[in-house]
């Protein structure tokens, strides 16, 4: 069956780094342009970046562009997400989704959802 399993997510003072990562299996990945969303306690969902299924084209929130990049291995059906620079209001819980097309992906329609994995930014 279709599974997003996230992974790279902790505690990390503000200004540091993190790498997530979320690795697809049970549908062809490289056909599927894929996100990262967050929620934050109290708040919705929001779009973070996207990227295209060749990785040719990608988008981010204003709030993360220039600290975050989005990336993908298709090889090993695995989209990345590099935040630096982070802030306490970064802190949430960060989604991995896949989409058919890159509008349904960064409106938040995909398809496929992961579980989801925690960051917290401490000050």
């Known amino acids: 069956q279709v599974q997003l399993a996230e992974s790279g997510g902790g505690l990390v003072q503000a200004g540091g780094s993190l790498r997530l990562s979320c690795a697809a299996s049970?549908?062809?990945?490289?056909?599927?342009?894929m996100g990262w969303f967050r929620q934050a306690p109290g708040k919705e969902r929001e779009f973070v970046a996207a990227i295209t299924w060749r990785g040719s084209g990608t988008y981010y929130a204003e709030s993360v562009k220039g600290r975050f990049t989005i990336s993908r291995d298709n090889t090993k059906s695995t989209v990345y997400l590099r935040m630096n620079s982070l802030k306490p209001e970064d802190t949430a819980v960060y989604y991995c989704?896949?989409?058919?097309?890159?509008?349904?992906?960064?409106?938040?329609?995909?398809?496929?959802w992961g579980q989801g994995t925690q960051v917290t930014v401490s000050s």
């Open positions: 049970g549908f062809t990945f490289s056909n599927y342009a």
């Open positions: 989704c896949a989409g058919n097309m890159i509008m349904t992906v960064t409106t938040g329609n995909s398809s496929h």
